[in-house]
């Protein structure tokens, strides 16, 4: 069966880097759409990043866009997140999701397109 397994999170302070990675199995990793998303306390999740099956398609949301990167190694089956410039709103858990049900199709930020997801990893950023 499909398996994410996030990993890389930690507490970190204002200004601060962090990379987090998401490890897949149980599918073919190059064929399809890639997202991470978070989820602060009390509040509903969002999305931060997806990335096409290639990889040569990225889009970002707008709170992290220019300080984040999204990547992933077909060959590795892995997916990353370079977080850069860290602030406290930033602080959430952080979960990898996979669109297994549609190869290479458009990717999108609606989380009710991505019908796998991992068990999240902690981000605590400190000021």
């Known amino acids: 069966q499909v398996q994410l397994v996030e990993s890389g999170g930690g507490s970190v302070q204002t200004g601060g880097s962090l990379r987090l990675s998401c490890t897949a199995s149980?599918?073919?990793?190059?064929?399809?759409?890639m997202a991470w998303f978070r989820q602060a306390p009390e509040k509903a999740r969002e999305a931060v990043a997806y990335?096409?099956?290639?990889?040569?398609?990225?889009n970002y949301a707008d709170s992290v866009r220019g300080r984040f990167t999204i990547s992933r190694d077909n060959a590795k089956n892995s997916l990353y997140l370079q977080m850069n410039n860290l602030r406290p709103d930033d602080t959430a858990m952080y979960y990898c999701?996979?669109?297994?049900?549609?190869?290479?199709?458009?990717?999108?930020?609606?989380?009710?397109?991505?019908?796998?997801w991992g068990q999240g990893t902690q981000v605590t950023v400190s000021s």
């Open positions: 999701a996979a669109d297994t049900s549609r190869p290479l199709y458009i990717c999108t930020f609606k989380d009710h397109d991505y019908n796998n």
């Open positions: 149980g599918y073919t990793f190059s064929r399809y759409c």
């Open positions: 990335i096409s099956a290639g990889g040569s398609r990225t």
